[in-house]
């Protein structure tokens, strides 16, 4: 019997492996002594790594103040630079406890708290404020640091793998980390040229981050983008995404990566567009109602594409022969031929995973 990680890289390699395989975020690992069987029935842990860090320039100041944002705790993070100030305030969400570091972002994205919380008020809120962000990308330097890809290594092991984080295209970086969603997208349409600059600079430092991840060590790359077509629609995707995946994928390609993108929401009016791209694989791949494909819909848009999909949440409170009867015929659209195919936990673990993730295991082994 093959081991969960042999498993996995078959199937991102386009082999077909053993059985199709089933993956968790390794941060969700604990000492409950329910884990070591699953991963004795084939369960695969994934570990987000990099090999690259970010150091920020010195001159600039990160002040971190105590906040309460509607009765909850949170933190108010300021960045002083000599091109002015910009700060944003989070709310503390549910403690992780992590199996390793998390893996290096730059300083002004985490959060001291280290945990789950959520943005009140981002960094970007007007034209000025991406100027101070620009002079604080374009001053950050960027570094290989293989220690934690090699740590996440030793420590999963034969039951799993590690994939390296590249971060996000640029238009998804400010919009996902820096502006949000709402001022983002009145940003845009003011289209005023900071926004632009900025949106360079990241350019130059992902190429960069690109460069030293393809002369690094490890396989397999996750551009972490949490795309949703409804943000962009055909004609944005194509001019402010297009351009980034032919600029970067070659750099990753030309030092042996295999590269995913972190697409999980709605993608039907992008199928044509993403179908040009040399994205190796769609990870997060969701079905409706989160997504607007089946995966009979997506592998014909996408057939030599791997999809590591992820299995909608409300479907794991299904009695178990439902269960099982649901996941196969997900397995039957998504790889008829038992190729090009993962499935995973993407974000939240199941209320009732104790139970649910054996029905799924189950569910696979059999589909053969």
């Not at 993956?23 to 987000?48: H, I, N, Y």
């Not at 100041?61 to 910009?86: D, F, K, N, Y």
């Not at 996902?176 to 983002?184: K, P, S």
């Not at 439902?322 to 939240?348: H, K, N, T, Y």
Request: with cysteine; net charge negative; glycine share 6%.
């Amino acid at each position: 019997m093959t081991t969960a990680r042999e498993n996995l890289a078959a199937a991102l390699e386009g082999e077909r492996p053993e059985r199709i395989p089933f993956t968790f975020l390794g941060d969700f690992l604990t000492d409950d002594p329910a884990w070591d069987k699953l991963l004795a029935q084939g369960l695969c842990s994934v570990l987000w790594t990099s090999t690259t860090r970010q150091v920020a320039p010195p001159e600039v100041e990160r002040v971190v103040e105590p906040v309460t944002c509607s009765g909850h705790p949170g933190e108010r993070i300021t960045l002083c630079t000599p091109v002015g100030a910009i700060s944003q305030v989070s709310v503390q969400g549910e403690k992780q406890e992590y199996l390793l570091e998390p893996p290096t972002q730059p300083l002004w994205a985490w959060s001291t708290m280290r945990d789950e919380g959520w943005v009140q008020e981002y960094f970007l809120k007007s034209p000025a404020d991406y100027a101070v962000m620009e002079y604080i990308v374009r001053h950050t330097r960027v570094e290989p640091d293989p220690l934690g890809f090699l740590k996440a290594e030793e420590s999963v092991g034969e039951r799993g793998l590690s994939v390296i984080l590249a971060g996000r295209s640029p238009m998804q970086t400010i919009l996902v980390d820096y502006a949000g969603l709402e001022m983002f997208s009145f940003h845009l349409a003011d289209g005023f040229p900071e926004l632009f600059a900025l949106a360079e600079a990241l350019m130059e430092q992902l190429v960069c981050t690109c460069e030293l991840i393809a002369a690094g060590p490890g396989r397999y790359v996750d551009l972490l983008e949490n795309l949703t077509a409804e943000s962009w629609g055909p004609r944005r995707f194509a001019q402010y995404h297009l351009p980034v995946y032919t600029r970067i994928l070659p750099i990753l390609h030309a030092g042996g990566k295999k590269v995913v993108t972190h697409f999980d929401g709605k993608l039907a009016c992008l199928a044509d567009l993403i179908a040009r791209t040399e994205i190796d694989g769609i990870e997060s791949l969701t079905q409706p109602p989160e997504g607007d494909m089946t995966y009979a819909e997506a592998r014909a848009a996408w057939p030599g594409k791997f999809f590591w999909g992820n299995i909608n949440v409300s479907l794991y409170d299904l009695p178990p022969l439902e269960l099982q009867r649901v996941v196969r015929e997900m397995a039957r659209q998504a790889a008829p031929d038992g190729r090009l195919l993962a499935f995973e936990i993407s974000e939240d673990l199941p209320h009732n995973w104790r139970e649910s993730i054996p029905v799924v295991l189950d569910a696979l082994a059999s589909q053969r």
